[in-house]
């Protein structure tokens, strides 16, 4: 259970990070509650952090896909 919050909080900063850019004024911790996102799959399909509550989650991510470098 502590890794999966670990591998959420990390995917939450992530998404943070990429949303909303590069700024000091958002700053999670592990621990914290994920905030609210949305994000579209593979198949362009909405997807909310709150259509999983109460169920396991990992949300993984692709930095640098589909960019060069």
């Known amino acids: 259970m502590k890794l999966l919050m670990i591998i959420i909080a990390v995917a939450v900063i992530v998404t943070v990070t990429l949303v909303f850019g590069f700024s000091s004024n958002i700053v999670l911790k592990v621990g914290d509650p994920a905030p609210f996102f949305e ?31």
């Open 39 to 69: 994000l579209k799959d593979q198949n362009d399909k909405t997807r909310r952090l709150s259509d999983y509550a109460e169920k396991r989650l990992v949300v993984y991510f692709f930095p640098m896909a589909d960019t060069p470098g």
